[in-house]
């Protein structure tokens, strides 16, 4: 008896010695490291298109971002878009994986005033036909090509705008924004 209550005792004080031990908060630190770099370096980079759809530099880097100017023409002057009209530039800008994982890209035009309708295509060489059209007039919008951005792999970006008769505003606060997500 003498034994078990002893072995009891022991185990008790275990126990409490256990509970005093136990962790109720804590602070650890660990190095980190993050790296800015400009948008055509970042690990999804854009880049401006290197091809005709290009030309007159639609698509550029401006103090480290990709910048759209929509009617910038020769000498790289913005002459604007007319109105009844729809423009196309083909392979604008590029986007490029340089994670490990694949990614799913969706894509938004925010700020689009009525009248204006701006659609995006993928292409995944400069010699291939583009896919079918996609909206992404004020709206985010999947690019949905049943393709995801592999790792190290250029999807080239296709852009067409269209302007109708009633479009009293400039295309002035617009931005193109590109969303990605782990596939």
Known sequence: MKKSLLIVIALLAMASLMAAMALTSATVTNAA????VNTEDALVALSPGNTVGNKENTARIVDGNLVFEFGRGKNGAMYGLQKNSE???ESLFIVTNHSD???KRYFEATNVPDGVKIEMRSTFHQWTPG???FDITNKKTWDNQGYY????YDVRITVSDSVDDDVYEQLQNMEIILYVEAA
């Open 87 to 89: 423009y196309v530039w």
């Open 149 to 152: 951005g592999a790792p190290d």
């Open 131 to 133: 896919h079918a059209w």
């Open 101 to 103: 994982t694949p990614i």
């Open 33 to 36: 490291t993050i790296k800015i």
